[in-house]
């Protein structure tokens, strides 16, 4: 398997701009993670889903930041409009279940916001 | 809720051993640890899922201490593809859901 697939790698953008993160899960893997990794807040979850539903979007920052996973093989970030503060590292994990199972991350969407 | 781990940062020799706590305020149901490279993603390490589980491979090994709430990390006779951040998990649960709340990394470094 290829692994947890995200694009794209890098992301710069002007503030204001809607971005939009993608993320392909390992196949047979039922959760998906979406995280935000930036120096001062570290390893944030933002959302996880299981079987495609949305569990807990306690982690997402406010309404300018939403995720769908419209099937079993794709999920998307969205943020709109972006700001300069949103600028982080995001990544995508998936694993077999929610918690008692490893998560397997992607090689992360570097996000500017300028 | 987030996961205390201790120290923050840590320097060794090459062949030094190296200890890492994860410690919670809140009941442990799992904990989870993972290090990051500079400039990767976060690569599993092992899970404990029961209170006094032990578990290792490589000269990396953890514990799980149920009652005292904590868990920690050993690396013995650490070799220079240690060097990284090491992050602990730990499982929150509430009625409907649970998820992994990581704690806010360990930077250890290594020299030859």
């Known amino acids: 398997d290829a692994g947890v697939i995200q694009s794209p790698r890098h992301e710069v953008t002007e503030m204001g701009q809607e971005v939009t993160l993608r993320c392909k899960p390992i196949?047979?893997?039922?959760?998906l993670f979406w995280y935000r990794q930036t120096m001062m807040r570290g390893l944030e979850l933002l959302i996880y889903?299981?079987?495609?539903?949305?569990?807990?979007d306690s982690g997402m920052p406010e309404d300018r930041f939403s995720a769908k996973m419209p099937n079993a093989s794709f999920s998307t970030l969205k943020i709109q409009p972006s700001e300069p503060r949103d600028s982080a590292v995001y990544f995508c994990?998936?694993?077999?279940?929610?918690?008692?199972?490893?998560?397997?991350f992607g090689p992360g969407t570097r996000l500017t916001v300028t | 809720q987030q996961p205390v781990q201790s120290p923050q940062a840590v320097i060794l020799r090459e062949g030094e051993d190296a200890v890492i706590n994860c410690s919670s305020s809140k009941a442990l149901y799992s904990v989870h640890w993972y290090r990051q490279k500079h400039g990767e993603a976060p690569v599993f390490l092992m899970i404990?899922?029961?209170?006094?589980e032990q578990k290792g491979h490589d000269k990396i090994s953890a514990s799980f201490n149920e009652k005292k709430q904590q868990s920690s990390l050993y690396l013995t006779a650490s070799q220079l593809s240690y060097s990284g951040t090491y992050f602990c998990?730990?499982?929150?649960?509430?009625?409907?859901?649970?998820?992994?709340?990581f704690g806010s990394g360990t930077r250890l470094s290594i020299r030859p």
């Open positions: 998990g730990t499982e929150k649960r509430n009625s409907s859901a649970s998820k992994i709340i």
């Open positions: 889903f299981n079987n495609n539903v949305p569990i807990d």
């Open positions: 404990l899922l029961k209170g006094g």
């Open positions: 196949s047979g893997h039922n959760s």
């Open positions: 994990a998936s694993s077999l279940d929610q918690t008692a199972y490893e998560q397997y």
